[in-house]
């Protein structure tokens, strides 16, 4: 055998004579049950797809390094934070939301942008999007919305009604939903948008001092987006744009990049700000808390296998390092259990095992056994704390400032001052040119079009809440009677609710 070619095995070592003939009883057959290459081969193929995510389905990914480029020591005790100058290694993943793993870059969708950081202190992961808001702040509601984001359970097609029907009766959904009929929800490529954490954050100090933090990566590329139209030409002509034009770019040494701003809040600020700060259908204002730059995002190699590195890639917002912690944001809370959980669901107990979920630093814990456990299995150490027999230690100083929380345990909603249309009425009124609300409009009205009028009126009236001009707009482009909306629009939710049901 020449000395440049690799010698074909079995799974488990064997040399393999014959690839291309399975064992037979004669030239004619039939199979041998003795094949045992056809066997394992045969067994393997039946298996190569694990469970797509549920959200997030579609993504492509890329190593890299966040450099540190501001002192923010007096706000967190974070390691890889500590130092100007200092590099990270990095790996990003970006991903359509509602999508399967078949559906198009171009998909009129939120984009994912999540990150891991191999720290010196364990794997650090933010897991945000190419918006700053989201659709809802209860994780209750959230397996609703996303079921409503896919096919409908009867006849497997996208659904404009169950779409509407719930955005509709869920007006804190505005905001998002103007962002994303917006050509912010057609990004032309993964390098062209920003990536936000979308939640709030606590970072902390070395003085037991915490901030709540909102991050911001701002692309260094410049935003560009797609038209409705040029989307749509899009998905016909090469419906994996975006992940060609990340791979090509950095193939060529086009490294894409991100600088970034953080919104950081002092803890007295919170309970006053004229927004609830953990309510992640909100923005902080950048004239209230203006971003500082802190340190820039490179993506410089693309994986060798993607399913290695970028299927199997977990990403999860419960995974932090000492000087970084999780906030009051409900929506927040309850992705912590469910990341972690989905993980175990897809990839198996073990998944932090997989090389590219692990971290730099040795791991010493009691977890033992399962599926998949290709480490030591912690030898013949402890498998309890605690102990006497030298096991691992917890590390008191590792712990987060407290701060305090209060309340009634019940079911309720957020009770500080509460406007859910003001920020998508300024968005409209005040960021976006008349280009934009051009696009706007026609990108709605072309969805909206699709659902029963009962819902086109109900869903108008919250435009029409948000801003005058846009809920007329919208109504006028989908034909409706603007008196009729402006009056559902006067009512409260369960009156508008009660009036198009």
């Known amino acids: 055998m020449a000395k440049d070619k690799k010698e074909y095995t079995t799974g488990f070592g064997a040399p393999i004579d014959d690839d291309q003939n399975s064992k037979t009883a004669g030239t004619d057959g039939p199979i041998l ?97 190419n918006t700053p808001v989201f659709f809802i702040r209860d994780p209750l509601k959230f397996p609703d919305f996303i079921h409503t984001q896919k096919r409908h359970p009867g006849n497997n097609l ?37 990536g936000y954490s979308s939640h709030t954050f606590k970072w902390y100090n070395d003085k037991g001092e915490y901030y709540w933090v909102q991050y911001h990566f701002k692309t260094e590329q410049g935003i560009q987006n797609l038209t409705r139209d040029e989307a749509t030409e899009m998905k016909g ?43 992640i259908t909100k923005v902080w204002f950048h004239a209230d808390y203006p971003p500082i730059t802190i340190g820039r995002l490179v993506l410089n190699k693309n994986p060798k296998n993607y399913f290695a590195e970028v299927e199997q890639a977990a990403f999860s917002p419960a995974n932090f390092v000492p000087g970084i912690a999780a906030s009051p944001d409900k929506l927040l809370q309850g992705r912590l259990f469910s990341y972690h959980d989905t993980h175990i669901h897809r990839l198996g107990v073990n998944y932090p095992m997989i090389p590219i979920n692990q971290p730099k630093n040795a791991v010493n814990y009691y977890q033992r056994d399962g599926y998949m456990n290709v480490s030591e299995n ?41 406007d859910d249309f003001f920020q998508a009425g300024e968005l409209y009124r005040r960021v976006m040119t008349d280009m934009d609300r051009d696009h706007l409009i026609g990108n709605i009205t072309t969805h909206l079009c699709n659902a029963q009028k009962r819902i086109q009126l109900r869903q108008s009236a919250i435009f029409y809440k948000a801003d005058l001009e846009y809920g007329t707009r919208v109504a006028k482009g989908l034909g409706l009677n603007v008196k009729e909306v402006k009056s559902l629009a006067e009512m409260t939710q369960e009156e508008r609710a009660e009036a198009t049901s």
């Open 33 to 129: 049950m003795q094949d045992t290459h056809l066997l394992e081969k045969l067994g393997h193929f039946d298996r190569e797809r694990i469970p797509e995510r549920v959200v997030h389905a579609k993504g492509a990914g890329a190593h890299g390094y966040f450099e540190v480029t501001a002192d923010v020591t007096k706000y967190t005790r974070a390691k890889f934070l500590s130092e100007v100058a200092k590099r990270t290694d990095v790996f990003a993943r970006f991903s359509t939301v509602g999508g399967e793993r078949g559906s198009a870059d171009a998909e009129r969708d939120p984009r994912g942008f999540a990150l891991k950081f191999y720290t010196e202190e364990g794997n650090y992961d933010m897991t945000g999007n």
């Open 158 to 194: 996208k659904n404009a009604d169950m779409f509407w029907d719930f955005l509709s009766l869920t007006p804190e959904s505005v905001h998002q939903v103007t962002i994303l009929f917006s050509d912010r929800g057609t990004p032309r490529t993964f390098r062209h948008m920003n």
């Open 378 to 418: 912690g030898g013949d150490g402890p498998n309890y704390y605690p102990n006497s027999f030298g096991g691992p230690e917890p590390q008191i100083d590792a712990a987060e400032p407290a701060f305090e929380v209060s309340g009634m345990a019940a079911r309720q909603p957020y009770t500080h001052p509460n």
């Open 237 to 279: 002509k090469d419906p994996d744009h975006a992940t060609r034009d990340l791979y090509e770019a950095i193939e060529r040494g086009d490294y894409p990049s991100w600088r970034l701003e953080m919104q950081i809040m002092p803890p007295e600020d919170a309970a006053k700000y004229r927004f609830n700060p953990f309510d």
